[in-house]
């Protein structure tokens, strides 16, 4: 029996690879900023809620709420967004106090005119 030897060559193949360019900084587009208004940040009008309180619930009160809520509309048609708005805020405390006292004036008159005994 003879043995015959093989050998075996390995082949070893260096790839030097490349490394992918470097990729370009990414530039961001500029922002633009939309302001859309709309009838949520328009001012409310408490006017007829001012007259209506004036008639039916306490007068002094509702005076004040009337000239604040006029005040408000011109300072809102004049651009004075800020201002307008602290006007409206005072309209509706004065409007508030003015029901709180017709209701507190209705209460004592009810009480009143129920316990007259004549």
Do not use: F, L
């Given at each position: 029996m003879e043995i015959?030897?093989?050998?075996?060559?390995?082949?070893?193949f260096v790839v030097e690879s490349e490394q992918p360019p470097p990729r370009p900084p990414v530039e961001q587009q500029p922002r633009r900023e939309i302001i859309v208004i709309t009838?949520?940040?328009e001012i409310?009008?408490?006017?007829g809620w001012a007259l209506c309180v004036t008639i039916c619930c306490f007068c002094p009160t509702g005076?004040?709420?009337?000239m604040y809520s006029i005040l408000a509309n011109a300072m809102a048609e004049s651009g004075e967004r800020d201002d307008a708005l602290k006007a409206n805020s005072?309209?509706?405390?004065f409007i508030g106090l003015s029901i709180f006292f017709g209701v507190i004036i209705y209460l004592i008159v009810i009480i009143v005119v129920s316990t007259d005994k004549r």
């Open positions: 015959i030897s093989v050998q075996r060559e390995v082949c070893v009838p949520e940040d409310p009008n408490r006017i005076i004040a709420a009337i005072k309209a509706g405390k």
